[in-house]
């Protein structure tokens, strides 16, 4: 029988693949789910995340797991990264899986070990007043030789430990520091911005060794992506490779699936963004099913039992890593400023026949304020299939600015 | 067009939600809908879903929602549903095409057979019959519209038109027979049936509407019913037929007393019949007005009636003169229904009304009713003045429309019935002041100084006096229930009494216990009421005066899903029956109670305006009532075998909402809610 596995964080379709693949499991979450596991009968252990100290840490928690023989934690959100390292580190006695966890939470220490590790990295630091900010904007403006007149150099600022955009702000000018950085912003990270198509990786480790990597192709940032990535970028799929195995070992990762973020310039130089343990943001785990038909949070759960053999593993993953010709693209939905009525799906989305399925639902009237940070909340997902990545991509151009509501 | 590519699409979504568990469906069946979408703008794509129900059905499309169970779904909701928009529409669209799966035998669900699901498909249609025109109407060309007509046109290719025509003229029988006062509705449908349905016009016999438990619309020959109803709306004679109402109203100046007698005979007796009355109604009741004869003739009075017409002769010419006008008809059966009533003969109700002819409407109260009917010439004061005269005359055609008011229109029904002389001071005074007071234990409530009642969005769609009323009364209403509340026992108790009159028996007894929160005693309830109320054990005797009581209305299923305010009028016993006959506010006295509890509105004896069920059904939806302690009759005689039968109705139904006295824990858990309201 296969060790019981505890899901770190609350996802029904992780829930519905660990009950599909006949794994003993429990749900670790915050209290207010409790009552729905209650109802559908899903084994739940209470716990909030956000709490550590002397009675809630991970020596209590293995106390509340141990009732129902758990061996294995699988984190699946980006708060519950430490505590599968914890966890783990106690059910593999080995404390350096701890450590790894925070490595994975922290941007600043995450960035310092790639470029450690040889990875060319964008200049970043840690700041912790708006000045520094301006500080470091004027530093790069220096290294620029920026000219009197000449546009500032841009900055990226972000949390040291929140998931995919959460917080983060791009600040093109001098002016921008001032108007959008507020003191909550801070302690963060500063970063320079780097070039390039920029992509991400889904790496399934068994045993310290990549199993299957997908390459996402991301048309932009925190709007749209697609799986797998197109002809051009698979065309580095060897450089991509070597890098994500590089990764692997300097990081130390034996197990799990890791989710790099990369930028790749027209000179073919690879950089390296961050690095998240957990399962990725923008429907990526959909569109990995969709396009090479396997279920990836099944695949995470099998990557990280360490007494899941070979065969299984080799069994479970496709041959082809590039998929097979199938293109699964997806682009989230903003509203824009402005009065929202009612849910105007255009015409000609419903009749393309690269068309999937959407998940926008009929708001109530309300106002969409223009003053947003970060990405604000997508309203709903828009999926395409199809087996031509170019028109993918300029689906997903065209539908990022399409209004969806009236 | 259906492309290969949408057929493998649906059916990718199919699989997909075949491999989902509870957990994930509510997410997948988003992303299916927004498959079905498309396939939903055109019959193509419409017959391919019909194609694939059973696959969908069988991945589990309408588990665990609203539309699981098809026995549960109610024809007359199936239009506000599919007019609701986005995936409402579509999971409608969807539970139609199931219908007519089930009816043609692609598929089969246990416990509802093929005939069923025709069944219901045409009564869909009957109760939507605006849907299924739209095209014709002109409508239907974008939007939520556009689906319906594609929808509607796969019906009408499977279910014949002709085939409607049954159920359409039961519909409007019934819809007539409860003699609403506003009649917009039965008169719309019968423009529909007129424009789109060819009826072969057959000869109506004259036969009025016998009260022998069979009603008329037993005729098993659907033209000839439907005839009945469609030559009253619009074709009430030959002379009426071939003119429009202004050609009409010449040819009637012009008529000699013969062709006017003629013209009487045959419209007053397709207003008797139905209730209905067009323009050419009204144009022929103004030309006989100096008449007697023919003003009687053409009402249809009673002997009191006639007695009464010639007794205030220049009174009711006065009325006519002001109220009877072309755009508000149905002023003309209410008139009738006053004289027979007598009403006139009351002084408050004689100089109520006279005052009625100098009134002056506050503006506010002018723009109200204006809204009500728009486009309508007529000035607010006349409308006004022909609503009062049909709420007078006919005191149980009035309805609460969509507004949750069903407090205000009951106590309107009361007044008209009981207390004529205040409800027309009521309407006077809120006509010029805008403005209401009524007394609530010593104190005065002004409706301006309180703050709102239940009514959010008010529904215009009234008669005036309603218009003009109910947000005042509601007000009042809200602020006397809240000054009640938190005694430990129901504020009915005290609010039915102040608010309808001191007529309202000074006992309450209610199934639901305020302080705790839960059902007490409901055994010593129920006998109270037997003996109270049905003529085996209260000695016989039979009510003086409506009685206001609250009844649980639960849904199909029989979960509670509120309270509502009727009246009981009376209780009789027909075919070795005893059944409550009752009014109910809700514009619909057919509304169900509970999947096998329906009142009736025809076929036992009931007046126009009254529903009717048998006693031990009611009993088992009402919680509180009203009665006098001397008219207690015996009690103890009332056999448990009874009480049983009802309790088995109660407990699984609303009583599940609620914890039992000395029961322990609650049914079903969740906060039962407060009774109020309607």
């Known amino acids: 029988m296969s060790t019981p596995v505890a899901l770190l964080g609350w996802s029904l379709p992780a829930i519905e693949t660990a009950r599909r693949m006949g794994r003993p499991f429990v749900v670790v979450s915050f209290d207010d789910f409790s009552g729905w596991a209650r109802e559908h009968d899903i084994p739940f252990v209470a716990w909030d995340f956000n709490l550590w100290n002397e009675r809630s840490n991970a020596l209590q928690l293995r106390e509340l797991l141990d009732e129902h ?79 009197e007149g000449e546009e500032d150099a841009w900055v990226h600022l972000k949390p040291f430990s929140a998931a995919g955009t959460v917080g983060h702000k791009l600040l093109r000018s001098h002016a921008a520091v001032d108007e959008r950085v507020v003191a909550e912003d801070f302690p963060c990270l500063v970063e320079s911005h780097l070039p390039g198509q920029e992509f991400s990786c889904e790496a399934f480790i068994h045993n310290g060794k990549v199993r299957f990597l997908n390459i996402t192709e991301y048309v932009k940032l925190g709007y749209s992506n697609f799986v797998p990535a197109g002809p051009e970028l698979e065309g580095h799929r060897a450089r991509i490779a070597e890098a994500v195995d590089r990764l692997v070992d300097a990081f130390g990762i034996e197990y799990g699936m890791i989710h790099p973020e990369w930028f790749l310039t027209e000179d073919n130089v690879l950089s390296f963004g961050e690095v998240a343990c957990r399962i990725p943001g923008g429907h990526i785990f959909e569109l990995i099913e969709k396009a090479h038909g396997f279920d990836p949070i099944e695949g995470l759960i099998l990557c990280s039992d360490p007494a899941v053999d070979e065969a299984t593993l080799e069994a479970f993953f496709p041959e082809s890593e590039g998929g097979g010709g199938s293109y699964a693209g997806s682009v989230m939905v903003y509203p824009k400023p402005g009065r929202i009525r009612e849910l105007a799906i255009p015409e000609a989305l419903k009749e393309d026949p690269m068309f999937e399925s959407h998940t926008l639902i009929a708001p109530e009237e309300h106002k969409v304020s223009d003053t947003r940070e970060g990405f604000g909340n997508h309203y709903g997902t828009v999926f395409f299939r199809g087996d031509d990545p170019s028109r993918m991509r300029d689906l997903l151009v065209h539908y990022q600015d399409a209004d969806f509501f009236a | 067009m259906v492309t290969p590519t949408d057929r493998e699409r649906l059916q990718d979504a199919i699989e997909e939600l075949d491999r989902a568990s509870s957990l994930t469906r509510p997410e997948v069946v988003g992303r299916l809908l927004s498959r079905v979408d498309a396939l939903t703008d055109g019959v193509e794509g419409l017959e391919h879903l019909l194609a694939s129900m059973p696959a969908l059905v069988d991945a589990g499309l309408f588990e665990g929602g609203p539309w699981e169970d098809p026995g549960r779904l109610v024809p007359s909701l199936v239009g506000g549903t599919l007019r609701a928009g986005d995936r409402t529409t579509l999971m409608e669209i969807l539970s139609e095409l199931r219908m007519l799966a089930l009816a043609q035998g692609q598929m089969e669900l246990k416990g509802f057979s093929s005939t069923r699901a025709r069944r219901f498909l045409e009564e869909t249609m009957v109760r939507n019959l605006d849907l299924v025109f739209l095209e014709e109407e002109g409508r239907g060309t974008d939007g939520v519209e556009s689906k319906i007509v594609v929808l509607m046109k796969l019906l009408r290719d499977r279910i014949p038109i002709a085939s409607l025509k049954p159920g359409l003229a039961t519909e409007i029988a019934l819809l007539c027979i409860q003699r609403p006062i506003v009649t917009d509705r039965a008169l719309e449908l019968l423009r529909l049936v007129r424009d789109h349905i060819p009826i072969e016009d057959r000869v109506v016999v004259a036969e009025g509407l016998p009260d022998d438990g069979q009603p008329e619309w037993e005729d098993p020959d659907p033209d000839r019913r439907l005839s009945l109803y469609l030559n009253a709306a619009f074709t009430p004679s030959e002379a009426a ?117 100098t009134l002056e409407l506050h503006p506010e109260v002018a723009r109200g009713i204006e809204e009500s009917r728009p486009g309508c010439s007529m000035s607010p004061e006349a409308i006004l003045l022909a609503d009062t005269i049909n709420v007078l005359g006919q005191p149980l055609g009035i309805g609460q429309g969509k507004n949750p008011t069903c407090q205000s229109a009951r106590g309107i029904s009361l007044w008209s019935r009981h207390a004529p002389g205040k409800l027309l001071n009521m309407i006077q005074t809120v006509g010029r002041s805008f403005d209401l007071s009524m007394r609530f234990e010593g104190d005065l409530l002004k409706a301006s100084d309180l703050g709102q009642g239940l009514v959010r969005d008010f529904d215009h769609d009234l008669d005036a006096v309603s218009v003009v009323l109910v947000p005042h009364l509601d007000r009042i209403y809200n602020e006397m229930m809240r000054r009640a509340a938190y005694r430990g026992e129901d504020p009915h108790k005290w609010v039915n009494p102040a608010m309808y009159g001191h007529w309202i028996p000074t006992d309450f007894s209610s199934a639901y216990d305020y302080a705790t929160d839960s059902i007490q005693d409901y055994e010593t309830f129920l006998r109270t009421f037997y003996a109270t109320h049905h003529p085996a054990y209260n000695r016989g005797h039979d009510l003086a005066y409506p009685n206001p009581v609250g009844i649980f209305l639960t849904a199909i299923s029989g979960a509670l899903v509120g309270f509502h305010a009727i009246s009981i009028l009376r209780v009789r016993e027909v075919r070795g029956s005893v059944r409550v006959f009752l009014y109910n506010p809700n514009s619909e006295g057919r509304q169900r109670w509970h999947a096998d509890i329906r009142p009736t509105v025809a076929g036992h004896g009931e007046l126009p305006g009254e529903s009717s069920l048998p006693f031990d059904q009611f009993a088992s939806r009402l919680y509180a009532f009203h009665f006098n302690p001397s008219d207690v009759g015996e009690p103890d005689r009332v056999p448990d075998e009874v009480l049983e039968r009802v309790k088995s109705m109660a407990r699984p139904s609303w009583g599940a909402s609620y914890r039992w006295a000395g029961e322990g824990l609650p049914g079903m858990g969740g906060p039962a809610a407060t009774p109020m309201g309607g």
């Open chain 2, 241 to 357: 037929q071939e003119r429009n109402a202004d050609e009409y109203r010449s040819f009637l100046e012009g008529a000699d007393g013969e062709t006017l007698a003629r013209e009487v005979e045959a419209l007053g007796r397709g207003m008797r019949e139905t209730g209905l009355a067009i323009a050419h109604h009204a144009h022929l009741l103004r030309r006989v007005a100096g008449r007697d004869d023919l003003l009687a003739a053409f009402l249809g009075l009673s002997g009191s009636g006639e007695a009464e017409l010639r007794r205030h002769r220049p009174f009711v010419r006065e009325l006519i003169d002001r109220a009877v006008q072309p755009e508000l008809a149905r002023v003309c059966h209410g008139l009738g229904r006053l004289l027979d009533r007598g009403l006139l003969s009351q002084q408050p109700v004689r100089i109520g009304l006279e005052r009625f002819l």
């Open chain 1, 69 to 147: 023989g758990i061996g294995l934690a699988v984190p699946l959100f980006e708060e519950t990264v430490e505590w599968a390292g914890a966890l783990n580190s106690l059910y593999r006695d080995d404390p350096r899986l701890l450590n790894r966890g925070y490595l994975f939470r922290n941007k600043a220490m995450m960035k310092r070990k790639a470029l450690l590790a040889g990875f060319r990295v964008g200049l970043f630091e840690e700041v912790h007043a708006p000045e520094q900010v301006h500080s470091f904007m004027s530093r790069l403006n220096e290294a620029n030789l920026q000219l």
